[in-house]
């Protein structure tokens, strides 16, 4: 039993631009479709901007379609120009074979994030154009592929002429990349039967140039879907801070700021963020929106945004990590993190390196740690806060003004957190 695949699309703003939409809805109202996204390995992991063709691809799983994801280790030598001012850099052999493993390894996991609810798991394919492309010859490939692509039709692209008014222009090797993915188009729905492909609003030039290849070699319909990129409400790309990308790593961006991006969105984007990247119905979706209208200071909408998400990316593990660090920072109790974590946690607080040696004997007085890290003025002002309940070591409250901090304080091999009042923080490590 399929689902109206471009009637939820459509409902949850998901569509940018489309070919026909009743031939569309006539191609997928059969069962076990195949429609395919591309993801070229330009890092060892994917990045929140490509989190909408993911989640997109698991749609179509649970409309009863195939999803194919499709990783470019053919295109990826080259770089798509779609959305780029400059040409990107170009990849070693040995860097391109690592990219592909991660995002592998990242869409395989997204892509059967909750297997273990269902009792039966869709089929789903991934594949590399570097399968196919490999031992293609120069020549073979002008004579069979690029004889039947127009100039004008690729001059005529958005992505193209964007980069051909730009000081810089563009290469031929940038240039070429439009053919590539139009003859991974028709490849796929040689070997596939993948008549379908969807992809960011920046691809839809790259999209068309595989139908019209495919009407062209084949005589076969094929369709394209784009959806709006994922942006803020001024129009800045979404997945980006001071710091850099937002990454599906963990070891690029861990949990729990993975998760903290996400408790932070504003109010106009988290509803749109929720339609587009979660599987909730449209009837939640409704009354998260009522609620964000009546009381936008509980953030309901963004938690169970920040939820959704880190669960799908990091799993039920990743999402609890995540939450325990939420809660350490608004004050619960700290144990059982180590450097890495806390440091994560408290980014953004200040920090004070300390002699491991002044932990032994009689230890560090709590007064001068306090004083020496910035969270009070003077020793006078340290003492006045511990004796009115208001300093606290790893989250516990210390009131005893001649308290010596040692190795028993540690929260972790090296550190150990300080804090004055509600709010303020600070780090201490000792190496």
């Known amino acids: 039993m399929t689902h109206d695949l471009v009637s939820d699309f459509q409902a949850r703003g998901l569509i940018h631009q489309s070919t026909d939409a009743a031939r569309l809805r006539e191609w997928l109202s059969v069962p076990g479709r195949r429609v395919y996204a591309g993801f070229d390995p330009t890092a060892d992991s994917l990045h929140v901007g490509h989190l909408v063709a993911l989640v997109l691809l698991r749609r179509v799983a649970h409309a009863g379609h195939e999803p194919v994801a499709l990783i470019g280790g053919a295109t990826g030598m080259i770089g798509d120009p779609s959305g780029r001012s400059e040409e990107r850099n170009l990849l070693s052999p040995d860097e391109l074979a690592a990219n592909i493993a991660g995002v592998e390894r990242q869409i ?38 690029g004889k039947h692509v127009p100039l004008s039709q690729m001059l005529g692209k958005d992505s193209v002429k964007s980069r051909l008014e730009r000081d810089g222009g563009l290469s031929y090797t940038e240039f070429s990349y439009m053919l590539l993915q139009a003859w991974d188009f028709v490849h796929l729905s040689d070997s596939l039967d993948c008549r379908v492909q969807i992809g960011g609003s920046d691809q839809w030039g790259n999209i068309t140039a595989g139908i019209e290849l495919g009407r062209r070699l084949r005589s076969r319909e094929l369709h394209g879907i784009t959806c709006p990129l994922l942006t803020k409400s001024d129009g800045t790309k ?175 091999a090296s550190t150990l957190v300080l804090r004055s009042g509600k709010k303020s923080y600070a780090i201490a490590r000792f190496q």
């Open 238 to 412: 979404m997945g980006k801070t001071a710091s850099g990308a937002i990454w599906l790593d963990p070891r690029r961006t861990s949990p729990y700021r993975f998760y903290q991006y996400w408790i932070n969105v504003d109010d106009d984007d988290a509803g749109r963020c929720l339609a587009r990247l979660t599987p909730l119905s449209l009837d939640e979706l409704a009354d998260l929106d009522a609620k964000r209208a009546a009381q936008p200071a509980a953030r309901d909408s963004q938690k169970r945004l920040a939820e959704e998400l880190t669960r799908l990316v990091h799993g039920d593990g990743g999402l609890a990590a995540a939450r325990q660090a939420t809660e350490i920072f608004f004050g619960a109790e700290i144990g059982q993190l180590d450097d890495s974590q806390l440091a994560e946690i408290f980014a953004d607080v200040p920090s004070r390196e300390f002699s491991r040696s002044v932990l032994d004997g009689e230890g560090l007085l709590l007064i001068e740690a306090l004083t020496d890290t910035g969270l009070a003025q003077s020793r006078g002002a340290a003492r006045r806060t511990v004796e009115q309940g208001g300093a606290y070591v790893n989250n516990r409250r210390i009131a005893d003004p001649a308290h010596r901090l040692t190795t028993n304080d540690l929260a972790s």
């Open 108 to 145: 395989r996991a997204i892509l059967l994030s909750d297997a273990g609810n269902n009792s039966h798991v869709t089929p789903h394919h991934v594949v590399n154009n570097a399968d196919w492309m490999r031992g293609v010859g120069y020549l073979e490939f002008l004579r069979d592929v």
